[in-house]
């Protein structure tokens, strides 16, 4: 048994980004908080929940940020690095939640509109479009390696979208006075963030549940394991990933006897890496199968097998 150990994880200055955005959405959020209360519109309150929804999602992922870079130890092998994956998740339990309010709340809006400030609308909307776009900047070069940090980028970026909306209904509701207009643009903001929130979920869900990792095909992982020179079987060929960008792959490799074992391992660790970016492996290299696989493993491929007849789904 062997394994390569490059245990390198995207980076980037994310943690400096996300104390500044924290501090912007933070305080912007009180004043809009205000704003929306003595304005009555219930499209500026929507966007000061997503900005407190904002607020508490930064907030959660800097502290797993920092949680994440404790290092291992005897009974947290793997150290800490889920905490970003659970923070991913919670923020996108959070957006579902606020979603739900404002539907309710627009039920009793469109039933009976309140007068609106539309003045104050369109100012305080203003400046918080100037808000989220400096934040979306921010955490844009991290929020593809990161899906704690993309998380927040989706909370931040749907705030854009309602700043966006309540300008555009400020305006329509000043030479209309259709106050209609508030309350469908504060759901419609829900409902359009809704499908990339439940996304976010699934990718949480799927690293949490040691699903194969988002650009994976592990049908042609094993394809290329049973190709390599000296290869008769693979099985319990497992590939998950512990946070954003950081994959593993464990794999029982049965090879013939006239190949070594040290003349395979690297050759085998080097292919994965350059192949499939796959840098934290561990291999065990058998000459003969072991029990689990000469018992009839469902999960056992050999050379002579069909690589889509694979169906571990860890």
């Known amino acids: 048994m062997s394994g390569s150990h490059n245990h390198a994880v995207p980076t980037g ?72 994956i659970l923070a991913a998740a919670f923020n996108a339990l959070m957006l579902f939640g606020v979603a739900a309010y404002i539907l309710v709340e627009a039920y009793g809006r469109f039933r009976n509109p309140p007068e609106i400030q539309t003045g104050a609308m369109i100012v305080v909307a203003l400046v918080g479009l100037v808000v989220n776009i400096i934040s979306m900047r921010l955490l844009s070069a991290d929020k593809d390696a990161s899906l704690n940090v993309k998380g927040a980028y989706l909370e931040v970026w749907s705030d854009m979208l309602g700043s966006l909306g309540v300008i555009a209904g400020a305006v329509v509701i000043r030479f209309t006075g259709w106050k209609w207009v508030d309350p469908f643009i504060a759901v419609a903001i829900g409902l359009w963030v809704l499908p990339r929130t439940w996304v976010l979920l699934k990718q949480s869900l799927n690293i949490l549940l040691e699903g194969v990792p988002r650009g994976i095909e592990l049908a042609r992982v094993q394809a290329a394991l049973l190709a390599f020179p000296g290869v008769t079987g693979v099985h319990d060929l497992h590939i998950w990933a512990l946070t954003s960008g950081r994959l593993s792959l464990t794999a029982h490799i049965v090879h013939d006897p006239l190949f070594s074992h040290d003349s395979m391992i690297e050759p085998l660790n080097e292919m994965l890496t350059r192949e499939f970016a796959l840098f934290h492996t561990t291999l065990q290299l058998e000459v003969t199968p072991c029990r689990q696989s000469r018992d009839g493993d469902a999960h056992t491929v050999t050379s002579a097998a069909k690589p889509t007849e694979y169906v571990d789904a860890r």
Request: aromatic share 10%; net charge positive.
């Open 13 to 84: 200055n994310k943690e400096k980004a996300l104390w500044v955005a924290l501090a912007l959405t933070g305080s912007f959020m009180i004043a809009e908080t205000i704003a929306g209360f003595i304005t009555g519109s219930l499209a500026l309150i929507s966007d000061a929940a997503h900005m407190l929804t904002d607020a508490a999602a930064l907030a959660i992922a800097l502290a797993a940020v920092k949680i994440s870079k404790r290092p291992a130890d005897l009974n947290r092998t793997y150290g800490y690095y889920r905490f970003e």
